[in-house]
């Protein structure tokens, strides 16, 4: 397992080397003028903690990643792809498909009023891990290969989206609060653990971008609840309570087929969307195999553990029992080399 300490020399020696990259016109904006196969000979990367040894991330990606805890990747998934997702999106909100435990969430404005609309009433689709089409876009090599730097090789689907932020009603429902992934997950170790998000369309400050807190995946996970939102929150969208609002916040505008990786400990969140169009992104939680459950019995997640209990109770029946991590294990899948413990 690795540790999470702070960058050590290896880190330290790559960031000089780093002062010798020069600007460039595609993907993070930076070109290696040594390729990461010369550095990482001359400087073993004995230290870094987020990240895995191989040759698929450049020097500077691998220490973005290490140092903010997310790293973007342009120009990632085909509009060939995301336009069949998108299709795909649209034959299950209006029921033309369906899909053996797929959750169609609404935004709770929309629930609480008598106005249903098929596709406009639908805040996101879960759990679409029996949905071939949409399930196509966790096996896209492009992203396995990237997502194998954090997990290393043998890697689970552990939770999937697609997210279709409607437009705000007026009572800012459709923001998501600052919040970390790991709250929701009872699997560890964190850092074998990592979120690939992709904007299904060009996303900004207008239509809710994602929001950052740089470096936050160094910290630990926090005390989640639901925010005290005048106008309601969302059934399950807790967040952090006392995050501190001086943190350097980053905007993540991003065009169709963009893919944003991120730590679980990584605390995000996105705006309110003030366009009248429904923003779409598509998102994967992936996990190492050799990930272990966790009993969260007396942390801070156990509210999040027995919310969703309720939920599955309440679905399923109450004679049905299942554990917070039965839940997990009956909606994960593998996706690349072998099952182990998750
Ligand atoms: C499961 C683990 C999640 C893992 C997340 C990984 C990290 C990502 C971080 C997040 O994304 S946090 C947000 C996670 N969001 C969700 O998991 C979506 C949760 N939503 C659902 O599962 C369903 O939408 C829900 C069970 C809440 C409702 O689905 P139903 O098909 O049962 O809806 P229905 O219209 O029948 O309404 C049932 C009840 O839910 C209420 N409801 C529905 N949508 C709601 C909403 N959006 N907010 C609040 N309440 C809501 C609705 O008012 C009604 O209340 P009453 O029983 O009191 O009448
Ligand atoms: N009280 C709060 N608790 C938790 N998260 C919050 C709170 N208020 C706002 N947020 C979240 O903080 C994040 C950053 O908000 P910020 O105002 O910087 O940008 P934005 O709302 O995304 O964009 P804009 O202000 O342009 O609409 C958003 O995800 C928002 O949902
Ligand atoms: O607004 C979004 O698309 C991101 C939501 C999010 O962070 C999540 O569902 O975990
Ligand atoms: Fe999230
Ligand atoms: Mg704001």
């Not at 016109?25 to 990482?40: F, P, R, W």
């Not at 071939?132 to 997502?147: A, D, G, H, T």
């Not at 593998?334 to 413990?341: A, C, M, P």
Request: charged share 25%; with cysteine.
């Amino acid at each position: 397992m690795q540790s999470r300490t702070e960058p050590g020399p290896a880190v330290g020696r790559l960031r000089l080397l780093l002062g010798h990259l020069k600007p460039n016109s595609t993907g993070t904006g930076l070109t290696a003028v040594s390729t990461s196969a010369q550095i990482y000979a001359a400087n073993p990367p004995d230290k870094f903690c987020y990240t895995l040894d191989n040759d698929v991330l450049s020097p500077e990606q691998r220490l973005f990643y290490e140092e903010n805890g997310f790293l973007l990747v342009k120009n990632l998934v085909s509009h060939e792809d995301l336009d069949r997702f998108r299709k795909e999106f649209e034959r299950l909100c209006k029921k033309e498909v369906k899909v053996p435990g797929l959750v169609i969430a609404k935004d709770i404005t929309v629930v609480k009023s008598e106005y249903v609309a098929e596709e406009s009433a639908v805040n996101k689709i879960q759990d679409f891990m029996d949905d071939e089409e949409l399930f196509r876009y966790c096996r896209l090599p492009q992203i396995l290969k990237l997502v194998a730097c954090f997990t290393g090789p043998n890697i689970m689907a552990m939770h999937t989206m697609l997210i279709n932020k409607p437009p705000d009603s007026g009572k800012m429902t459709s923001r998501h609060p600052l919040h970390q992934d790991l709250h929701y997950f009872p699997f560890r170790p964190a850092n074998q653990i990592v979120c690939a998000w992709t904007a299904m369309e060009h996303i900004d400050r207008n239509n809710g971008c994602l929001v950052v807190l740089p470096g936050t995946h160094k910290g630990s996970l926090k005390k989640h609840a639901y925010p005290a939102w005048e106008g309601g929150v969302n059934k399950m969208y807790h967040g952090i309570q006392d995050y501190d609002p001086s943190l350097p916040r980053v905007h993540l505008v991003m065009e169709k087929g963009d893919t944003v990786f991120f730590h679980p400990l990584l605390v995000h969140g996105s705006g309110m969307n003030r366009t009248e169009g429904f923003r779409k992104a598509i998102s994967c939680h992936y996990a190492s195999s050799d990930c272990n459950y966790i009993d969260v019995g007396g942390t801070s997640q156990e509210n999040i553990a027995s919310e969703i209990k309720q939920i599955v109770e309440k679905r399923y029946g109450e004679d049905v029992t299942v554990s917070f991590k039965d839940v997990w294990k009956f909606r994960s899948r593998l996706v690349q080399g072998q099952r182990i413990n998750l």
